[in-house]
């Protein structure tokens, strides 16, 4: 059907501006609920509102779904007690859970948001089982960024000081039975759900501007198809679920600089464009520097030997979620970063794990191969004799390194250079990230003004908001936070617009 909006009604391909209800002479399609994004929290929305009974549709601007959620490691931060965790011999509540997230998301977590997700997370697994996201009821006992096996449970730092001292550890990343990533599995059973719920999807769609009437409520969405305009007109509320903003330079410059220059965990389109969009209505925004960095190196390479900054010091314990230590060494540690292992160690991680791997410097003793990476003199030797001392009596009373991973480290020794490893990743800092801020959003997915009333009809979830994180990250709270708040926004959403 041709568009028959206005002239002055038509945005131009860089504008974000709101479109008049007065100026849109005809709508092309009128439905309930436009989601706008088809991730994991695009999906959640559109069948929690299909479900309540609304006429949906969802905008996505690639050919297919799936978005950054589809190339993730699939697992999904889940706690209080599942089923999964029991079989494994586990036991969890969700004050445990929230205490381990309070800590590692924070500081500044979003507390109300944070109480809910950990209250209800043995329902929202209930959920995910119901609509076909299976979890295999087995253990992946080392810490991973992903498991290279189809186990369902996996640690995410909770059995790593000082989080073990906070709360009783539990393990909570619940895993799609397929090894390696497994978001494009979650997105697969997902993506089926909405369409037998009714949803229907709409790609090569690529919104443009909110369509307001004369009381500033959102009730539709301009898009492009094909080089075309064509407008959707919402009866009961439109969903932003369109991802961070890691992509748009200009974005990051402004608010996360931290990110600039450095690598980009996401599917290229995480733009900023829905943030944008919302924030040319006067939303109010939230955290909008807050990012989780990802240092490349294997973490079973970390956790066996060491980790090492420029001046040849460790400055964490190496054991714990990997996020934890490459956001450390990003915003608080001078670059170069090292990663110092001994031959036994790297022999084991790179026959069973990373093969083909090879050392980018090896040296007979710890004084040679800092001379090699050109630390100051003697550091590196400092580093490994301290450690080593430490190792051989079971404790490491600098960093509380677990003694389970602890090891003297014995010549040759190897450092791994994790800007060697991270060509592939589009950056040579050995650093690639992703944007946590965004728009600032009530439990059920109202976007707010800066006024602190909601925007009516307008609604958001996912990396597209500010969720439950503060200043940390683990994984699976996207995911899950996406799906979570996905829902109720949904939910929401579905309600009668005279709400």
Known sequence: MDVTRSSSSTPDRGSIAPVSLASVERFDHDVDVVVVGFGCAGAAAALEAATAGADVVVLERLSAPGGSSAQSGGEIYLGGGTPVQKACGFEDSADDMYAYLHAALGPHVDERKLRLYCDESVQHFEWLRQHGISFQESMYDAPTWVPPTT?????????????????RPAPRGHRPPTGDYGGWLLMEKLVAAVGAAGGRTHPDSRATALVVDEASRVVGVAARQFGQEVCYRARKGVILTTGGFVDNEEMLGAHAPVLLGHGKVSDGGDDGSGIRMACALGAATRRMSAVQAA????PSLVYRGMLVNALGQRFINE???????SQRALLHEPAPWWVIIDQEGFEAVAVAEAPGLQPQHVAETAAELGEELGLPPGA?????????RHAAEGEDPYFHKNAKWLREL?????????RILGVSAATKTGIAGFTLGGLHTTVDGAVLHVSGQPIPGLYAAGRATSGIHGEGYVSGTSLGDGTFFG???GRAAALPASR
Do not use: S
Not at 295 to 298: G, R, V
């Open 410 to 418: 014995e010549g040759p020794l190897a450092a791994v250079d994790p």
């Open 151 to 167: 186990d369902g449970l996996m640690w995410l730092g909770e059995n790593a000081w000082p989080y073990d001292t906070l709360a």
């Open 319 to 325: 054991d714990g979620y990997p996020g934890v230590y």
């Open 487 to 489: 829902r109720r926004a």
């Open 295 to 298: 240092l490349i190196a294997p």
């Open 380 to 388: 590196l030797q400092n580093t490994v004799t301290i450690y080593n």
